[in-house]
C-alpha cells in the first residue's frame, strides 16, 4: 500500500523522527525555522498529513484555498489555538492534539515559576553571575514565603488538577479555581482544590494566580487590567498556558505600579516577542516557552502523533481527535 505523504514542520526528538520515517513517506523541515504562511498553505495543497506546533500559524484563509491535499493535522502539542479548527473541519480536515504526557512537566514549570518569582531566584542569580554578591544578610534579597498560601487556579483541567496537587499537598497552600463548568466537590477535593463562582473571586482570594485555560477564543484578554486590578498588590501571577489569555500591556502597567507584586511567565502573544518592558522588570520572571520541554515528554508528544495519524491512515478513529 502506498504510504501517506506527511510533512512535519519541526525537527522532532530523533526516535520519533525515525519511525516517522519508517511508516510514512515523511518529510521534515530541516532547516527547523517556521514556515511562513505561503510555505504552510503550499504544505496543505500536497501532502496527506501536516504536523504541525504551536509555531505555526494555521487560520481559516489556509484551509480556503482551492486545491488541498491534506486530510489530517496531527498538532505536537496539547494546545491548537493556532489552528482554525472551524475551517478545517468545514474541509473534512481531521485535525488531532496530544493531551496528558506533558501534564506532570508543565505544572512543574508553573511551579518552578512560582517558586523563583517568589524566592527572587532569577535576581539572585543575575546578581551573584555578576559579581554583586556581598555575602549573607539578614535583609538581602527579602522573597515571600509559598508554604501555606492560597493559590488561585484559572481553569481546572489536566494542568490545573496537577497543579493544585503539587502546590496543596507538597506546599499545604489552600487552592480555589475557577473553572467554566462544574466540578464535582469530591474530585476537587481528590486535587486538594475547591471551586469559587467567579474568576475575580479567584483573583481576590489568592497569593499566586496560576493560568491552566486554553488560548484563543473568550479566553483572549481573559487576565485583563480590571481583572489584575482584582488581584491583591503583594500577589504573583503565573502563565504557563497561552499568552493571549493576558493582555499584555495591561500587565506591564500593573507590575509597573506596583498594583501586583510580580510575574512568572512562560508563554507570550506574540511569541517568540516578548515586551521590553517586561524584559526590564525584576520582579518578572521569564522563560522561552519551556512547559512541556523534557526529554521524556517531547518523546511521548511525538508518539502520540504517531498514533493518532496512524489510527487514520489505517481507518480507525484517531485517539486524540479534537475536529
Ligand atoms: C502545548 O502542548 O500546548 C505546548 O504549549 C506546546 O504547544
Known amino acids: 500500500m502506498k504510504k501517506a505523504r506527511i510533512l512535519v514542520t519541526r525537527r522532532w526528538p530523533q526516535v520519533v523522527e525515525s519511525v516517522l520515517a519508517e511508516r510514512f513517506d515523511a518529510e521534515f523541515n530541516v532547516s527547523d525555522r517556521p514556515m511562513d504562511q505561503a510555505a504552510l498553505a503550499d504544505a496543505l495543497a500536497r501532502y496527506d498529513a501536516v504536523l504541525p506546533t504551536v509555531s505555526d500559524r494555521l487560520p481559516a484563509a489556509l484551509f480556503e484555498q482551492d486545491a488541498l491535499s491534506v486530510r489530517i493535522i496531527g498538532n505536537y502539542g496539547v494546545g491548537y489555538n493556532h489552528i482554525d479548527i472551524a475551517a478545517a473541519s468545514a474541509r473534512g480536515i481531521a485535525v488531532t492534539n496530544t493531551p496528558g504526557v506533558l501534564t506532570d512537566c508543565t505544572a512543574d514549570l508553573a511551579m518552578t515559576l512560582l517558586l523563583q518569582v517568589a524566592r527572587r531566584a532569577g535576581e539572585g542569580e543575575r546578581e551573584l553571575r555578576a559579581g554583586g554578591w556581598t555575602g549573607w544578610r539578614p535583609t538581602h534579597m527579602i522573597g515571600t514565603k509559598v508554604t501555606g498560601k ?173 475536529a
Open 150 to 322: 492560597t493559590l488561585g487556579i484559572i481553569g481546572f483541567g489536566r494542568i490545573g488538577k496537577a497543579m493544585a496537587r503539587r502546590c496543596h499537598f507538597g506546599f499545604d497552600m489552600d487552592v480555589v479555581f475557577h473553572n467554566r463548568s462544574r466540578v464535582d466537590p469530591a474530585e476537587a477535593a481528590r486535587h486538594g482544590a475547591r471551586q469559587l463562582y467567579t474568576v475575580e473571586e479567584v483573583l481576590a482570594a489568592s497569593d499566586f494566580v496560576s493560568l491552566h485555560c486554553p488560548g484563543g477564543g473568550e479566553n483572549v484578554g481573559l487576565i485583563d487590567a480590571r481583572r489584575l486590578q482584582a488581584m491583591k498588590p503583594s500577589a504573583f501571577l503565573i502563565n504557563t498556558a497561552r499568552g493571549d489569555v493576558v493582555d499584555e500591556a495591561a500587565l506591564v502597567r500593573a507590575l509597573a505600579d506596583g498594583r501586583i507584586a510580580g510575574a512568572g511567565l512562560d508563554v507570550y502573544a506574540a511569541e517568540p516577542q516578548v515586551p521590553e518592558a517586561l524584559r526590564q522588570m525584576e520582579n518578572v520572571v521569564l522563560l522561552p516557552h519551556l512547559g512541556s520541554a523534557t526529554a521524556e515528554t517531547r518523546t511521548a508528544m511525538g508518539m502520540k502523533v504517531v498514533d493518532n495519524i496512524t489510527a487514520f491512515f489505517e481507518g480507525r478513529d484517531p485517539p486524540d481527535r479534537v
